[in-house]
Nanobody, 123 residues
Framework: QVQLVESGGGLVQPGESLRLSCAAS????????MYWVRQAPGKGLEWVSE????????VYTESVKGRFTISRDNAKKTLYLQMDNLKPEDTAKYFC????????????????RGQGTQVTVSS
């Protein structure tokens, strides 16, 4: 069955960096678009970024452009999110997901997501 396992979250101060990982199994990772989504306290799921199956095409929500970098290693079946210059408003639980449909950064639906990893940005 499909499994997505996120890791790498933590508590950091504003301006610091984190690198999230998502280990995938149970499906054809190398032929699947992959996504990062997040959920801030008291809010709904928000689309953050996506990467094409080859890794050549990446898209970001406006608030993270220039600070976050999505990438993938198809040989390792792993998705990454490098997060630099973190801000308090980035505080959320981050999930990797498949089969995402969105309207702008509003998440409409997804097929699968992991259990998430918590990112807290606070001084």
């Amino acid at each position: 069955q499909v499994q997505l396992v996120e890791s790498g979250g933590g508590l950091v101060q504003p301006g610091e960096s984190l690198r999230l990982s998502c280990a995938a199994s149970g499906f054809s990772f190398s032929s699947t678009y992959m996504y990062w989504v997040r959920q801030a306290p008291g809010k709904g799921l928000e689309w953050v970024s996506e990467v094409s199956s080859s890794g050549e095409t990446t898209v970001y929500t406006e608030s993270v452009k220039g600070r976050f970098t999505i990438s993938r290693d198809n040989a390792k079946k792993t998705l990454y999110l490098q997060m630099d210059n973190l801000k308090p408003e980035d505080t959320a639980k981050y999930f990797c997901a498949t089969g995402v449909a969105r309207r702008g950064s509003t998440l409409l639906r997804y097929d699968y997501r992991g259990q998430g990893t918590q990112v807290t940005v606070s001084s």
